[in-house]
Each structure stands twice: as C-alpha cells, then as structure tokens.
C-alpha cells in the first residue's frame, strides 16, 4: 500500500512541478508524505493485533490504528503550514489527495 501512495505523490509532484515550479513539486511531495507516514505509523499500531483472535480486540485497535493516522496527518499538515512559507495550497492537496485516493485503492484491492 506504501508504495502505491508513493508512486502516486510521486506522479503528482512531478505534474505540480510543470505547473508550479520547484514550491509546487515540494508541496505536494510534503502532502503526500504526510499520508504515507501517517499511513505507516498506523500500519504498525494495527499490527499490535496479528496475534489475537477476539473480533472486538482487532476492531479495537484498526480504530486506534486509523485515529493515529488521522492524528499524524494533523500534526505534520500544521508542522507543513507553520514551516513552509513558499506553500502551495493547491499542489499540497493535490499530493494529500493523490495518496489518499491510493490508500482507498489499495485497500480494495488487499486479499484480507
């Protein structure tokens, strides 16, 4: 699934960057890297799970594992929007997008 969201921030920093510049390809490739890391940090809270067998348990802690995403997602936009004075709006939600739209992708189509 990583990968997936890389590739995709990938291909739309490089598209930001024709359009936008150097501040375009940088925006979106902090957009997305925001989900990947986020989506990363999740991946590894769920994976506290791999051993229990207890439905309620596994839900439990996907439901954590997503409320840390979307916690990290927060933290590292606000770090974006507080550090990066040269941002793009539009090319970091494009990145943002691009990798979110791919996480969805990715998990449909997961043999789970």
Request: proline share 1%; net charge positive; aromatic share 8%.
């Amino acid at each position: 699934m990583l990968k997936i969201q890389v590739i995709a921030t990938l291909a739309v920093a490089v598209v930001m960057f024709l359009f936008f510049d150097v501040h375009g390809l940088v925006s979106a490739t902090l957009g997305g890297a925001s989900v990947v890391l986020g989506a990363y940090v999740a991946s590894l809270v769920a994976k506290r799970s791999v051993n229990k067998t207890d439905a309620s348990a596994i839900l439990i802690n996907l439901l954590k594992a997503e409320a840390v995403k979307i916690l990290m997602i927060i933290v590292l936009l606000v770090i974006v929007f507080s550090f990066y004075k040269q941002l793009v709006p539009f090319a970091l939600i494009a990145g943002l997008a691009a990798a979110a739209l791919f996480s969805g992708a990715a998990l449909s189509k997961l043999n789970v």
